[in-house]
C-alpha cells in the first residue's frame, strides 16, 4: 500500500497469537500513517497540525475514576495466568530478534517529584511474562530509571497500547512535565485514570486503554534486546537492557492490538508534528521570517528539514541552518527554501536545491556535532551535521524568474473538455 | 553506529551485528550468552573462540 502512496488503516481479524492459535484480539496497522488522520485526531488541518500541536499543549489534570468504570479492567489476568503469548505480537522485519510491541506508551514515574513520563518505546517481548525494554540514554525515561537505579530500586512501569490517536500525540512531548496532563490538553478532557492490579493507587493506569500490562523492571539485571529494525530504516545492533518481569495484564473485553510498522510511515509520522512545531518556534525566535517547517518521510522525519522563508536578508538563511540544527540532536541536514517552494514535495524542494544553491557559499558544514546513534553513517553519537541554503536573493532584480502559467488560463481550461470520460480516471 | 560489529552465530553459522557497548562487554566476559535472530538459539562467541583454538572469533 505504501509504495502505491496509499495510507489507509489496516485491521487483521484473524491473527495467531505467538500460542499459535487465533487471537481474540483483531490486529490494528497504520493508525498513524497519515498527517490527515493525525490532523483529525485533534480536530485541525495538516496545514496548521504543528501550530495546532503548540495550542494543546496545556495540562488539564487527569481525574481518577473507579475500576468498575474503567473499560481496560474487563478482562484481568494476573501473576501466573498472565501469558503474553496469547496476544497477536508481530515479528516486522527479518533479521528482528523476534515480536516486538512497537505501539506502547511506556509509563514511568519519578520517584521524587511523581511525574509520570510517557514514551514511545519498543519492547522485546522474551517470554510469556519477560520483556526486554528498550532505553535511549537521551529519553527522559532513562533520567526516571536512573533515580531508581541510585535508589536500588526496580521501576514499576505501565505497557499501554491502545487508545484515541491524540492520547497518543500528547505522550510526545519533550516537556519534562506530568505528562498525563498534557495528554488531557491534546483530548480536551481530563484523562481518566483507574488504580493497577499491582500497586493500587499508587501507580495508576489509563481507564480507557485497550491493553495495560503492569510491569517490574530490573535496575541491574539486563539481557540481549534487539537487531531491531529501526526508524532509519537499518537494523540496531544487539545490545543489553533491562529485563522487566510482567504481574499483570489487563484489557478491555473486545480490545483492539495496536501495532505500529517500524521504520514506515506509521512510525515516523506520529512524532513529525510535534518536531515541525518545536522547531519553527525555535526558529521563528531568531528569524520571525520563517513561514513552515516540514519533516518529510524521505529523510524518516527525523534527520532532514524542510524550511520555508519569507527571506529579509541574504544572512537569515544560514541563521535558519545553525538554529534548526542544534535545537533537535536527530536533525542532520536542514533545506532552506523561498514561499514559493513546497516544502511537502520533496521534488521541489531539489528542484530549489539544484536551481537556487551554489554549494561553495550556500553550503554550511558543521562537524563534531551529537546526533543520533542510529544513524549507521554517523561516528557513534557524534556526527557532522550541515544546511544548504537554495533561497533566491532578497534583491530580486539579480536572480531570473521562475516559469508559470497564467492563473487565468490555469483556471480557464478544464480537462473534462479535452478528455474522454473513460481517459479522465487515470488522472 | 559507525562501526558495527559482525558476530557468527556458532549455531546456524549466519551474521549479524551487536552494537558497540554490548561488543566491548563481550571482550571483558566471551561466555556471555547471545541470542541469533536467525535460528532464535543462544550461543557465544568464547565456544567459537574455542573451536578456533583460542583465536579471536
Same mark, same amino acid.
Given at each position: 500500500?505504501?509504495s502505491?502512496?496509499?495510507?489507509?488503516?489496516?485491521?487483521?481479524? $484473524?491473527?495467531?497469537?505467538? !500460542?499459535?492459535?487465533?487471537?481474540?484480539?483483531?490486529?490494528?496497522?497504520?493508525?498513524?500513517?497519515?498527517?490527515?488522520?493525525?490532523?483529525?485526531?485533534?480536530?485541525?488541518?495538516?496545514? !496548521?497540525?504543528p501550530?495546532? @500541536?503548540?495550542?494543546?499543549?496545556?495540562?488539564?489534570?487527569?481525574?481518577?475514576?473507579?475500576?468498575?468504570?474503567?473499560?481496560?479492567?474487563?478482562?484481568?489476568?494476573?501473576?501466573?495466568?498472565?501469558?503474553?503469548?496469547?496476544?497477536?505480537?508481530? &515479528?516486522?522485519?527479518?533479521?528482528?530478534?523476534g515480536?516486538?510491541?512497537?505501539?506502547?506508551?511506556?509509563?514511568?514515574?519519578?520517584?521524587?517529584?511523581?511525574?509520570?513520563?510517557?514514551?514511545?518505546?519498543?519492547?522485546?517481548?522474551?517470554?510469556?511474562?519477560?520483556?526486554?525494554? #528498550?532505553? #535511549?540514554?537521551?529519553?527522559?525515561? !532513562?533520567?526516571?530509571?536512573? $533515580?531508581?537505579?541510585?535508589?536500588k530500586? #526496580?521501576?514499576?512501569?505501565?505497557?499501554?497500547m491502545?487508545?484515541?490517536?491524540?492520547?497518543y500525540?500528547?505522550?510526545?512531548?519533550?516537556?519534562?512535565?506530568?505528562?498525563?496532563?498534557?495528554?488531557?490538553?491534546? =483530548?480536551?478532557?481530563?484523562?481518566?485514570? &483507574?488504580?493497577?492490579?499491582t500497586?493500587?493507587?499508587?501507580?495508576?493506569?489509563?481507564?480507557?486503554?485497550?491493553?495495560?500490562?503492569?510491569?517490574?523492571m530490573?535496575?541491574?539485571?539486563?539481557?540481549?534486546?534487539?537487531? /531491531?529494525?529501526?526508524? &532509519?530504516?537499518?537494523?540496531?545492533?544487539?545490545?543489553?537492557?533491562p529485563?522487566?518481569?510482567?504481574?499483570?495484564?489487563?484489557?478491555?473485553? !473486545? *480490545?483492539?492490538?495496536?501495532?505500529? =510498522?517500524?521504520?514506515?510511515?506509521?512510525?515516523?509520522?506520529?512524532?513529525?508534528?510535534?518536531?515541525?512545531?518545536?522547531? @519553527?518556534?525555535?526558529?521563528?525566535?531568531?528569524?520571525?521570517?520563517?513561514?513552515?517547517?516540514?519533516?518529510?518521510?524521505?529523510?524518516?522525519?527525523?534527520?532532514?528539514?524542510?524550511?520555508?522563508?519569507? $527571506?529579509?536578508?541574504?544572512?537569515?538563511?544560514? &541563521?535558519?541552518?545553525?538554529?534548526?540544527?542544534s535545537?533537535?540532536?536527530?536533525? $542532520?541536514?536542514?533545506?532552506?527554501?523561498?514561499?514559493?517552494?513546497?516544502?511537502?514535495d520533496d *521534488?521541489?524542494?531539489?528542484?530549489a536545491?539544484?536551481?537556487?544553491?551554489?554549494w561553495?557559499?550556500?553550503?554550511?558544514?558543521?562537524p563534531?556535532?551529537?546526533?543520533?546513534?542510529?544513524?549507521?553513517?554517523?561516528?557513534?553519537?557524534?556526527?557532522?551535521?550541515?544546511?544548504?541554503?537554495?533561497?533566491?536573493?532578497?534583491?530580486?532584480?539579480?536572480?531570473?524568474?521562475?516559469?508559470?502559467?497564467?492563473? *487565468?488560463?490555469?483556471?480557464?481550461?478544464?480537462?473534462?473538455?479535452?478528455?474522454?470520460?473513460?481517459?479522465m480516471?487515470? /488522472? | 553506529?559507525?562501526?558495527?560489529?559482525?558476530?557468527? +552465530?556458532?549455531?546456524?553459522?549466519?551474521?549479524?551485528?551487536?552494537?558497540?557497548?554490548?561488543s566491548?562487554?563481550?571482550?571483558?566476559?566471551?561466555?556471555?550468552?547471545?541470542? +541469533?535472530?536467525? +535460528?532464535?538459539?543462544?550461543?557465544?562467541?568464547?565456544?567459537?573462540?574455542?573451536?578456533? %583454538? %583460542?583465536? +579471536?572469533?
Open positions: 500500500m505504501e502505491r502512496k496509499k495510507q489507509p488503516v489496516l485491521i487483521f481479524e $484473524k491473527v495467531r497469537n505467538l !500460542n499459535g492459535k487465533i487471537s481474540e484480539l483483531p490486529v490494528v496497522i497504520n493508525l498513524f500513517g497519515s498527517r490527515e488522520r493525525l490532523a483529525d485526531a485533534i480536530g485541525s488541518t495538516v496545514q !496548521n497540525l501550530m495546532d @500541536y503548540i495550542d494543546r499543549e496545556r495540562p488539564i489534570p487527569p481525574v481518577m475514576i473507579d475500576k468498575s468504570q474503567a473499560a481496560v479492567k474487563q478482562v484481568i489476568q494476573k501473576g501466573q495466568d498472565v501469558d503474553l503469548y496469547e496476544l497477536p505480537i508481530v &515479528t516486522h522485519h527479518e533479521m528482528d530478534l515480536p516486538y510491541f512497537t505501539s506502547p506508551s511506556v509509563w514511568v514515574k519519578d520517584p521524587e517529584t511523581g511525574w509520570v513520563n510517557c514514551a514511545l518505546i519498543r519492547i522485546y517481548v522474551s517470554g510469556p511474562r519477560q520483556l526486554v525494554v #528498550n532505553f #535511549n540514554a537521551a529519553r527522559h525515561t !532513562n533520567y526516571y530509571f536512573q $533515580k531508581y537505579k541510585a535508589l530500586r #526496580n521501576v514499576p512501569i505501565i505497557v499501554m491502545g487508545h484515541h490517536p491524540a492520547f500525540m500528547g505522550a510526545q512531548t519533550k516537556l519534562l512535565t506530568n505528562e498525563p496532563e498534557i495528554i488531557g490538553g491534546f =483530548m480536551g478532557e481530563p484523562l481518566e485514570l &483507574t488504580p493497577s492490579e500497586w493500587g493507587k499508587e501507580i495508576m493506569v489509563p481507564a480507557q486503554a485497550d491493553i495495560v500490562i503492569e510491569a517490574e530490573s535496575y541491574e539485571e539486563v539481557a540481549i534486546e534487539a537487531p /531491531f529494525g529501526e526508524y &532509519t530504516q537499518y537494523y540496531g545492533g544487539q545490545r543489553l537492557n529485563v522487566t518481569e510482567v504481574k499483570a495484564i489487563t484489557r478491555r473485553k !473486545n *480490545a483492539y492490538y495496536l501495532d505500529v =510498522m517500524p521504520g514506515h510511515a506509521d512510525h515516523l509520522l506520529i512524532d513529525a508534528p510535534m518536531i515541525e512545531a518545536y522547531l @519553527y518556534n525555535r526558529i521563528k525566535a531568531v528569524v520571525p521570517g520563517v513561514v513552515a517547517v516540514h519533516m518529510p518521510v524521505s529523510g524518516n522525519a527525523r534527520l532532514h528539514a524542510y524550511v520555508q522563508l519569507r $527571506k529579509s536578508n541574504d544572512g537569515e538563511p544560514k &541563521t535558519v541552518i545553525a538554529t534548526a540544527l535545537s533537535d540532536y536527530r536533525l $542532520k541536514h536542514v533545506f532552506v527554501v523561498d514561499e514559493d517552494v513546497n516544502i511537502f *521534488a521541489e524542494v531539489l528542484w536545491v539544484a536551481t537556487r544553491s551554489q561553495d557559499k550556500d553550503l554550511m558544514i558543521l563534531g556535532m551529537m546526533g543520533t546513534r542510529l544513524d549507521p553513517s554517523a561516528n557513534d553519537i557524534i556526527t557532522t551535521k550541515g544546511g544548504i541554503d537554495a533561497t533566491k536573493p532578497v534583491d530580486p532584480h539579480s536572480f531570473a524568474q521562475r516559469i508559470l502559467i497564467p492563473e *487565468a488560463v490555469l483556471t480557464r481550461v478544464k480537462l473534462e473538455d479535452f478528455l474522454e470520460p473513460g481517459d480516471k487515470q /488522472f | 553506529m559507525a562501526k558495527v560489529h559482525y558476530v557468527e +552465530c556458532s549455531v546456524c553459522r549466519r551474521e549479524y551485528y551487536l552494537d558497540r557497548i554490548l566491548e562487554a563481550l571482550v571483558s566476559n566471551p561466555a556471555l550468552k547471545l541470542k +541469533c535472530p536467525f +535460528c532464535r538459539k543462544e550461543f557465544s562467541v568464547a565456544k567459537k573462540q574455542e573451536e578456533m %583454538g %583460542g583465536k +579471536c572469533a
